[in-house]
């Protein structure tokens, strides 16, 4: 199950209140954040956006302060061919999907943006390397069902080749762009709008060989709220890679999910408020939301 955080014992509610003389400033004049000791509290908009429109974000550590309008929602794997019934998958990805609206709603009303990472690769597999073509296609390792933490989805075992292969009953070729399996599930399809970013990955992460990082850089976003499957496979990888970018990355833990052992969901978690970046969840998204510009 998802990582359960005691909302009582978390950080408490950030504020917008004046900086402090004890302030720090972590980074350059040119990209830092400050941290509020007294609140215990980082501020993540490096001066780029006025009180009034800053978006106050609880975490499972220190509360932040955000820009709305640099921050992006990352909605990754989604998908048909994780998600879907007629592949037989259980229902824990799409139990997500109620979450991830939510948070599409409340960011958009911020003044946010939406990112859909899928997977949708060419359909020769056209410069993709062995040691991704083979996560997709040894019976040994296949299992992409989306489940909760701790249930291991085996299904199926040896029906699919690798991507391109033709699924069953007619249901297309596997994960290749504008294909059915690669398609966004039809539990989030009202959530999609024009506006919205669309980038076809064919990595693990969402970064490399991809338009991602220069469709952020060129929309001025600095701050990254992670959610989708699995949460250590996809979703660490693109967070990882994010962090290591420069974004400012935060996980929304109950609205990611992993078919692998119990703990790999946890562990992701644990680093990533650790160390790497910030746990929220969406009821918190929404809180800082509504509260904005109050």
């Given at each position: 199950?998802?990582?359960?955080?005691?909302?009582?014992?978390?950080?408490?509610?950030?504020?917008?209140?004046?900086?402090?003389?004890?302030?720090?400033?972590?980074?350059?004049?040119?990209?830092?954040?400050?941290?509020?000791?007294?609140?215990?509290?980082?501020?993540?908009?490096?001066?780029?956006?006025?009180?009034?429109?800053?978006?106050?974000?609880?975490?499972?550590?220190?509360?932040?302060?955000?820009?709305?309008?640099?921050?992006?929602?990352?909605?990754?794997?989604?998908?048909?061919?994780?998600?879907?019934?007629?592949?037989?998958?259980?229902?824990?990805?799409?139990?997500?999907?109620?979450?991830?609206?939510?948070?599409?709603?409340?960011?958009?009303?911020?003044?946010?943006?939406?990112?859909?990472?899928?997977?949708?690769?060419?359909?020769?597999?056209?410069?993709?390397?062995?040691?991704?073509?083979?996560?997709?296609?040894?019976?040994?390792?296949?299992?992409?069902?989306?489940?909760?933490?701790?249930?291991?989805?085996?299904?199926?075992?040896?029906?699919?080749?690798?991507?391109?292969?033709?699924?069953?009953?007619?249901?297309?070729?596997?994960?290749?762009?504008?294909?059915?399996?690669?398609?966004?599930?039809?539990?989030?399809?009202?959530?999609?709008?024009?506006?919205?970013?669309?980038?076809?990955?064919?990595?693990?992460?969402?970064?490399?060989?991809?338009?991602?990082?220069?469709?952020?850089?060129?929309?001025?976003?600095?701050?990254?709220?992670?959610?989708?499957?699995?949460?250590?496979?996809?979703?660490?990888?693109?967070?990882?890679?994010?962090?290591?970018?420069?974004?400012?990355?935060?996980?929304?833990?109950?609205?990611?999910?992993?078919?692998?052992?119990?703990?790999?969901?946890?562990?992701?978690v644990d680093n990533a408020e650790s160390f790497m970046g910030f746990v929220s969840n969406v009821e918190w998204v929404e809180e800082g939301v509504a509260k904005l510009g109050a």
């Amino acid at each position: 199950m998802p990582h359960e955080v005691d909302i009582d014992a978390a950080a408490p509610p950030p504020t917008t209140s004046k900086v402090a003389s004890d302030t720090l400033k972590i980074g350059t004049d040119e990209n830092h954040w400050l941290y509020h000791p007294s609140s215990q509290t980082y501020d993540l908009t490096r001066q780029r956006c006025p009180p009034s429109a800053t978006l106050a974000l609880r975490t499972t550590t220190q509360s932040l302060l955000l820009a709305p309008r640099r921050t992006a929602l990352v909605v990754i794997d989604m998908q048909n061919f994780f998600l879907s019934e007629k592949l037989g998958r259980g229902d824990g990805g799409r139990n997500l999907s109620p979450g991830i609206a939510r948070a599409c709603k409340a960011v958009r009303k911020a003044g946010g943006i939406v990112v859909w990472i899928n997977w949708g690769v060419p359909a020769n597999c056209d410069g993709m390397p062995p040691i991704i073509l083979r996560s997709f296609s040894l019976p040994t390792t296949f299992s992409v069902q989306a489940d909760a933490d701790g249930k291991e989805g085996k299904a199926n075992p040896g029906v699919y080749t690798g991507f391109g292969s033709e699924l069953p009953d007619g249901l297309g070729k596997l994960l290749v762009k504008d294909t059915w399996s690669a398609d966004v599930h039809d539990s989030l399809k009202p959530e999609m709008l024009p506006e919205d970013i669309l980038i076809d990955k064919y990595r693990i992460s969402g970064f490399p060989g991809t338009r991602l990082e220069d469709t952020l850089r060129s929309r001025g976003i600095d701050t990254l709220i992670f959610t989708g499957v699995n949460t250590d496979q996809c979703v660490m990888s693109s967070f990882i890679d994010a962090m290591n970018l420069g974004f400012d990355v935060i996980m929304l833990d109950d609205c990611c999910a992993t078919t692998s052992p119990i703990g790999h969901h946890s562990a992701c978690v644990d680093n990533a408020e650790s160390f790497m970046g910030f746990v929220s969840n969406v009821e918190w998204v929404e809180e800082g939301v509504a509260k904005l510009g109050a």
